[in-house]
């Protein structure tokens, strides 16, 4: 069976075709400025050239057409007819406490996306855009949604709950969530294989450092505890989301800036980050580029994003009494290697112990701790696909 993973956000679609017999990848595709003049799709074919095409695209039911045209053109098609794509798994951000993991899509699954809107206002109307156009458009197949959220459902109260009155979690679902859940469950279960052991009997400490970022505490097979939390904008330092501030600075500064709560929201997700701090970029390789160049704000930017790291680090070691292994993972995980060392150094009282030479690595799945480290250091690149693409697989036979 060949699945399509289908990633829609509010102005792009991202999307890949999977044959399930080898997991083989036979195209990526990105659609690109959807309801924005100048949509462009780029549609790259496994072992063949790269396709782009610019044609306005109002709308995501728009944008799915051309995706389908383009699967099956004869020249730079991946398939004869959409008949062989067997079901069609969507990324999913928000889904509440109502999904532990993956689900066909029926009407009441879409009642709770839609549900969650009021608590991811940003990345759960376009899923469900994405997932109404393919409905339309493939109505025979199974579609399967794939939630952020799922992996992180397994964490307790002690971890959820913010001490908020309570009638807030009633009421309102103020609670820790957590997101990036299918790149946390992809890399941990593969860290697992790496270690040897089962899923079940190991400690692991998950870092998704992309443009947003966040850790894991797996034990036992379950999330203990992760970074982010009611929004992604709870945890570490990321490219232009503040993190973990004292939240006595939102009052502050809407009182000294005049800003109305959705322009507060725009600054501490947008402005904020290696990109406020730094004032240079959210790319962390530019960040490194002008720290390396004596640039002061890019330099103590940096600090900041590595001592954030390394207190969770110790802070999960602490709530899961240590730990077999910690993962890199993400564009910053998995090619920073500077980053990597940084946060890694002077760790070695948690058992942490890097090899600087065997770290010079980028992009492939490796341990690069000494031979002595008490904890394992792994960069695993991540896969959310691959996750999507299975789990649509098994609910879909
Ligand atoms: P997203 O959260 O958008 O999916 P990615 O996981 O693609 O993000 O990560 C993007 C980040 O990875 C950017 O900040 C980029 O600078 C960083 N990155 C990519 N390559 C390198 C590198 N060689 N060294 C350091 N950072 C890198």
Redesign the pocket.
Known sequence: MKILVVNAGSSSIKYQVIDMTDESVLAVGLVDRVGIPGSTLKHEPAGKEAVVIKQDLPDHTAGMELVLEVLVNPEYGVVKSMDEIGAVGHRTVHGGEAFAQSVVIDDEVKKVIRDCIDIAPLHNPPNLMGIEACQKLMPNVKHVGVFDTAFHQTMEPANYMYALPYEVYEEYRVRRYGFHGTSHYYVSHRAADMLGKKFEDCKIITL??????SMAAIKDGKVVDTSMGFTPLEGLVM?TRSGDIDPGIVFYLMDKLGMNPAEANNYFNKKSG?LGLSGVS???????EAANNGNARAQIALEVYYNHVKGYIGNYFAKLNGCDCIVFT??????????RRHICEDLDALGIKMDVEKNKV?GKEVDVATEDSRVRIFVIP?NEELVIARDTYRLAK
């Open positions: 998704h450092l992309g443009n947003g970022a490219g290696l959210n790319d962390m390789r530019d960040i490194e993400a564009g910053v995980g998995e090619n920073g290697i500077d980053i980028r991540t």
